[in-house]
């Protein structure tokens, strides 16, 4: 059965700096891996998706890389802004390629502190 | 605008009612999705539907029941045999159904059993 683990649970880092989030998944047969934004009590924002062939994608500030063999996935947040904060969340499909749903990591809780 | 509404944002259900979460999407996505979501647990899949009068149970279904009549619509019943209801739900959906693509998330049902 897919796990899907995220280090750290929580981070707190003053304004500006960058920083790293890690996701790593016990079955390296994915399709592909999406990372999301969660704000309090709301739903998910997708920031990225990597499919499986890919090593990594790029949105503004945001870096994702993929590394299947190794089961692993970083987001490299650039100049980090108060904005920031949520709960950022890493997911994988759940089965080699059909669109049957993501198993999902429980999130790193970021703060960025003005 | 286009996007995935869930409605009601809070729904609070007596012991022994079922209670039915709306989620309706304006994408034209084939896929659709139900996941629930507990304080410090990563979301996990209830039911999802890859077409029309079709879908498919994922990890969690017992005490859930679904329907997918319409494309747009998938809405989600929880019935009294779930024994645990109160959590955050939330809808999805994504493009294609033979393959992963990328997801899109509504803003959630916080459901409380009173």
């Known amino acids: 059965k897919q796990e899907v683990t995220q280090i750290p649970a929580a981070l707190s880092v003053p304004e500006g700096e960058n920083l790293v989030l890690n996701c790593s998944f016990t079955d390296s047969a994915i399709y592909n891996l999406q990372w999301f934004r969660q704000d309090p009590g709301k739903g998910l924002t997708s920031l990225l998706l990597?499919?499986?062939?890919?090593r990594e994608q790029t949105s503004g500030r945001l870096n994702a890389s993929l590394d299947k063999s190794s089961g692993r996935s970083t987001l490299y947040i650039a100049a980090s802004q108060p904005g920031d904060s949520a709960t950022y969340l890493c997911a994988v499909t759940r089965s080699g390629g059909g669109a049957d749903g993501l198993t999902f990591g429980k999130g790193t809780h970021l703060i960025i502190q003005p | 605008d286009g996007g995935i509404t869930q409605s009601p944002k809070y729904l609070f259900r007596k012991e022994g009612q079922n209670v039915t979460l709306s989620c309706e999407q304006n994408?034209?996505?084939?896929?659709m999705y139900w996941y629930r979501q507990d304080p410090g647990q990563g979301l996990r899949l209830i039911y999802y539907?890859?077409?029309?009068?079709?879908?498919q149970k994922g990890d969690i279904a017992e005490g859930y029941s679904v329907s997918r009549e319409k494309k747009e619509s998938f809405p989600l019943t929880v019935t009294s045999a779930q024994k645990n209801p109160t959590a955050f739900y939330l809808c999805a959906s994504s493009l294609q159904a033979t393959q992963y693509t990328e997801a899109f998330f509504g803003q959630g049902t916080r459901l409380t059993v009173v």
């Open positions: 990597i499919q499986s062939s890919q």
């Open positions: 994408l034209n996505h084939d896929a």
């Open positions: 539907s890859q077409i029309v009068n079709d879908f």
